[in-house]
């Protein structure tokens, strides 16, 4: 009940925050929850004589496996698993082997042992395709081979001992999985539909600002404050960010009307073409900011038809971008097509000085691209 | 000895691979090293007696704090010292005022602390710029909090197992930073010096590249391979990389002549600066690739005046990549100024009509920019 009225008390609060802020606070309260369910096996007398010490491993699990979106806690916790059952597995052989050496034979074998699996797996972790997916995976290995097998040498119950063990960490992970899934859940899949839809938005802005202020003519200029290309630049570097909520958004379970086969790859694609547009349009800086500038009489000669590409363009950004958020059909692909071969058109009868032309054309293939998805 | 013997092997099969295959298979080796000289804490009797069952800790501190470049090492040691230090600290705290209280109230008041704790450092780790520097440490701070004070709970003797257990912790970052630092240390800041210095490169042979592919004529330009932009792509999206890469070389000690003010923030403008280039510069390929070409004879009036420029673009770009990579002061400044001014002049004569104007017009203020560093 307590922790209820603390989450309509801060919602309430968020409302005057943005969406970001409420997500943050939201995953932090989560965190909290889950701690606090799992220091219940600590803190009720009945659970903790059935566990022990052990209880630990759980508190461990939970802190290290709750990440912010739901599809980095399933994926680190079923790396986690994987990673402790063969670690655990070949730590158990490993240390049986040693054991029937005897003797100082025993250390140098578990020695060796360390060593070699150890080195192996660290190399694993340092090849581009493994390190993307399963780099949690690959450490956990290494650290549950090494405790099982040097353990094997003191402890009698080793396969007790790990039972045990991998009995708690299943129960942190379960806790994990519920507060992170069934809770408020926040999604990768989402964060990376808006980001690809909001990258639209944000080219067909920067096109209209750029052609505004080359057209806007001498004193006007003067006065309005200088297009910062921040928008741009934030499409053409969020290669990354789009990648790791790809990586993410493949563990979730069933989004939108594509179910289990949605096609990540694809928003991917999309993302990379995109930046090809945000370069294009970043290269508009150059003209803009240069200290030549064609005469004005030369640019009023111009406006007229790059204003209407211009506008077509943005249009086309925005009608492209909101079919994908709505996860329809482009409607407008009939009128988009023609439009953009009318624009090749029109851009070819405005005089090549131009140097909003090679922007132009260039978005124009890459217009023709995204329409052809 | 098998060891070193093992590493001249490698060394020399390294020879025939590449210097980052050679740099894993070193790391490799000296993570196997440092676990098997951590086992020794359970492997060697004398020791065992003394430290016992809480050897695991100095493992666990190993696997997770080894990493691949020295400060990236260096930064989680400090973070986890930290962390667990404070973490341990508060919880002991926590501990002994729940104790005070007694009864069924002890165990409210404990699991209000780690709710309130966990959630409260969990926010903060959601802060960009703690998150940066510091998550890491945050997270140990969670762990260490909540496993302290719900051990105090239970174990009668929480100072001793908190004192016993930073020893090993210890024990490991001291093995960590042995076989780190001093046996073939793999430094954060030589790779981003390499980054940095390799983008000049790369623009350069791009531009040269870009513009042979402009100015081939008919059939020649069936015949050869299509420009990829690959180089100019990796350069425009390194900016991830380096911010890591700054990120972890500021924890490395003493690089190079300017010792510990090493100016990485440079670097990392000097980055910015060439992503500008390097968007300039993909900006070409809707020249390359459009349907739309201007006629042969209008290209050949302006390659001559073109191929000037680009190329002594291509010669600024060496020179000052090469400056900063020998870390001297740029002889050739003097030369590299009235080149570009009159270049600036060339360009203006050239007809405005030609695409690689702009281009060279930005290229231009960046080398101003870049040359005034």
């Known amino acids: 009940k307590f922790v209820d009225s603390l ?14 802020d409420v997500r943050k606070i939201i995953h932090s309260i989560k965190v909290g929850i889950a701690l606090v369910l799992v220091s219940l ?9 059935q566990v022990g010490e052990n209880a630990m491993w759980a ?9 912010f979106f739901a599809g980095a806690t399933l994926s ?34 578990i020695g060796t042992c360390v060593f070699i699996f150890g080195a192996a797996a660290t190399y694993c972790r340092l090849v581009p395709s493994i390190k993307k997916g399963y780099d949690y995976g690959a450490m956990i290995f290494i ?25 708690t960490i299943v129960m942190g992970f379960v806790v994990c999985i519920f507060t992170s899934l069934l809770v408020f859940p926040i ?16 080219l067909a802005r920067s096109i209209e600002t750029c052609l505004e202020e080359y057209f806007s003519i001498g004193s006007e200029k003067e006065n309005r404050p200088k297009f910062s ?32 086969s949605y096609p990540w790859e694809k928003y991917l694609q999309i993302g990379e073409v995109l930046r090809d547009v945000a370069a294009t349009t970043l290269s508009f800086k150059g003209c803009l900011r240069s200290p030549r500038q064609s005469s004005d009489t030369l640019r009023a000669s111009i406006k007229e038809p790059c204003e209407v590409v211009g506008s077509s ?61």
């Open 76 to 109: 680190k916790g079923l790396n986690r698993g994987i990673g402790t059952i063969l670690g655990g597995g070949l730590g158990c052989l490993a240390a049986a082997l040693a054991q029937e050496i005897g003797g100082v034979g025993n250390a140098i074998v």
């Open 187 to 202: 999604w990768a899949s989402d964060d990376l539909h808006d980001s690809v839809t909001s990258k639209f938005e944000d």
């Open 59 to 67: 508190i461990m699990t939970v802190v290290v496996l709750f990440e």
């Open 41 to 49: 096996l600590y803190l009720l007398d009945p659970v903790y004589t």
């Open 7 to 20: 989450v309509h008390v801060i919602s309430f609060l968020g409302e005057n925050k943005n969406r970001n």
């Open 143 to 167: 650290l549950t081979f090494n405790l099982v097998v040097v353990s094997g040498l003191r402890a009698e119950k080793i396969v007790q001992l790990a039972r045990e063990r991998l009995c």
């Open 313 to 373: 363009l943005a249009w086309t950004l925005r009608e492209l971008g909101e079919s994908i958020m709505k996860m329809r059909r482009c409607q407008t692909v009939a009128l988009i097509m023609p439009k953009l071969k009318s624009m090749r058109q029109e851009l070819s009868v405005v005089v090549l000085a131009s140097p909003s032309t090679i922007g132009g054309q260039v978005q124009n293939s890459d217009g023709l691209e995204i329409a052809s998805f």
């Open 229 to 260: 290309f921040n928008s741009c630049k934030s499409v053409l570097y969020s290669k990354a960010k789009d990648e790791s909520l790809a990586n993410f958004a493949r563990w979730e379970p069933w989004h939108g009307k594509f179910g289990f």
